[in-house]
């Protein structure tokens, strides 16, 4: 499944005109930094469809629209790891290694920061 998102979203980049595949080191870093903002605004938005607001006794959870939001969020999120050139195994073997370090936090107590224990990612 993952593999047809990554599919489907290079070909919607390629459509509005972003190959991230063909893309040079200035051309990553301002398309990551692009995507890095519209992530900023989709996050906005998602945190405005719950009611945050706790004085505001208005505000309902719009659980839909925060489910359209989430998958703005893949959009951008898939686009910045193809940008860094990453597959969508190379995304799931990284989010594999990455949850075993985040269990072994927990199971420590994560009472320091350890800047080395993600470098095998």
């Known amino acids: 499944m993952l593999e047809q998102i ?8 390629l459509r509005i005109g972003v190959d991230t595949a063909s893309m040079n080191e200035e051309e990553k870093t301002r398309w990551a930094l692009n995507y890095c903002r519209a992530m900023s605004q989709e996050i906005a938005e998602l ?6 607001k706790w004085w505001a006794k208005y505000q309902k959870f719009d659980e839909q629209n925060a489910r359209v939001e989430v998958v703005d969020l893949f959009h951008f ?11 969508a195994a190379d995304v ?5 290694k990455k949850n075993e370090v985040n269990l072994k936090r ?15 990612i």
Not at 6 to 13: E, F, K, S
């Open 6 to 13: 990554w599919d489907l979203q290079r070909a919607l980049n």
């Open 47 to 52: 945190t405005d469809s719950v009611p945050w």
């Open 77 to 87: 999120l898939i686009s910045i790891a193809q940008v860094l050139g990453m597959s």
């Open 92 to 96: 799931h073997a990284a989010y594999l």
């Open 106 to 120: 927990q199971d420590t107590g994560y009472t320091t920061k350890d800047e080395t224990d993600s470098r095998h």
